[in-house]
Each structure stands twice: as C-alpha cells, then as structure tokens.
C-alpha cells in the first residue's frame, strides 16, 4: 500500500510531509501589485516576526522587463515561498532573494493591514502595495505591535491572500493531526476544488447577494412607493 503522506526513512518533521510523496503542490499564487517595484526595504525573518533593511535596486527601472517575471508570492501545502529578486545593477546583475515560511511557525491568522506597518509611507498610504500580516501569537496581530509582526508585502489583494491562507492552514492543520492510512475527505483540495476556485465563488455570491439588495431596495413616503 502507497504511502498517503511524504515520510521519509530519515524522520522529517511532520510540517514537512506532504499530501503526496516526492511531490507539493502550489495552493495558490497571489497577484503582485505593480507598486512593488517601489519596495526599498529588504525583509529579515528571525523567530516568526521580520525586519527591514534598506535596499538600493533598480526594480522601479526593470520591473516588467526582468524583475516580475521572477517576483512570486506562492502558498504552497505547509508553507509559504516568497521570492523578491533585486535588480543590483542596471540590467546585469538580477538576485533572486527565496525566504519560506513554514506553516507550524505561524502564530496568527495573516490579514490585511492598512496602517502603521514599515510599509506604509506616512503611516497609511500602501505605495509598495497592500500588505497582509502575522504575528507569534493572535494578541499580537494589531498595528501597534508593529515590531512583532512579519508582513507580506506588495499583493494587489491582501484580502484574498489572507483568505487563501486561512484556508490552506486549516487543510494542513487537518492533514497534520489525521493518521496516514486516513486522510480528511472533507478538504477542499480532495473535492477537486482549489482555493482560487473557493475565493472566486465566495467573490461571486457576495456581488450577486449586494445586486439583490440593490434591486429590491424602495424608499416609501406616506405608504407610497418613491423608488
């Protein structure tokens, strides 16, 4: 009998396993905001919170010709792979910079964050693009523990990577406590559907639930009817 999850001879830790051995999927893969090309700050990830270092690029001069195409921001089965290359001379010299998150070091539920972030030029205005984040634990989640917080940075939807994430965590963490010989039938991902897919449909409903508001929606004077 195949084995359900990746478990190696050598004993990886269970964050490691994935659904199917020798392979892992990519859940989802976010839309980056043009306004990442503006991003001067280099992220440091130490102990699940983050730091900023100023950067000197030239990303602004070839985001869509070179830099875009190696951008990435993927949710993958337990974790997240962020990749902010770095044009560091003109045209020559492009640096990929990979950092991973893995799932069993989040603390938090990523979501959007409007103020107060390294990330916001005056404190409010998202000019590298929206930003969602995490902390080491819930109560710390807020933009006045700002210096605890990791952030993913320059999404054209944080809304909907916070979203992708609550939802490939909770299936990780369902993966993660179930046995091998019986995986959870009541992911997602094993009824054939992805997370795109998910968010997509839950975008649909919402328009379609605001449109029916707006239809029946009347304004009534003295019984009678206005609009």
Not at 103 to 126: N, Q, S
Not at 127 to 134: F, R
Not at 156 to 178: G, H
Not at 198 to 213: P, T
Request: glycine share 6%.
């Amino acid at each position: 009998m195949s084995e359900k999850y990746d478990t190696p001879a050598n004993g990886f830790h269970d964050t490691f396993k994935t659904s199917e051995f020798g392979k892992i999927q990519v859940l989802y893969s976010a839309k980056l905001s043009r306004r990442a090309r503006f991003q001067t700050w280099k992220i440091i990830r130490l102990g699940g919170t983050s730091f900023q270092l100023p950067v000197i690029d030239f990303n602004c001069c070839y985001w869509d010709s070179h830099v875009a195409k190696r951008a990435y921001v993927r949710i993958h089965e337990n974790r997240i792979e962020i990749n902010a290359p770095s044009m560091k001379l003109p045209g020559c010299v492009l640096k990929d910079d990979v950092q991973v998150v893995y799932f069993d070091t989040i603390g938090a539920a990523y979501k959007k964050e409007v103020i107060c972030t390294p990330f916001h030029f005056l404190g409010f205005l998202p000019w590298w693009g929206e930003v969602a984040a995490t902390a080491p634990h819930p109560l710390l989640n807020h933009f006045f523990c700002f210096c605890c917080r990791d952030y993913v940075v320059g999404l054209e939807d944080a809304d909907e990577f916070s979203k992708a994430m609550t939802i490939a965590y909770e299936e990780f963490k369902a993966r993660d406590t179930s046995t091998l010989e019986d995986p959870p039938t009541n992911q997602m991902m094993v009824k054939g559907n992805s997370i795109q897919d998910i968010i997509d449909r839950e975008k649909q409903m919402k328009e379609e639930k605001n449109k029916a508001r707006g239809t029946n929606f009347q304004v009534s004077v003295a019984g009678h009817k206005v609009i």
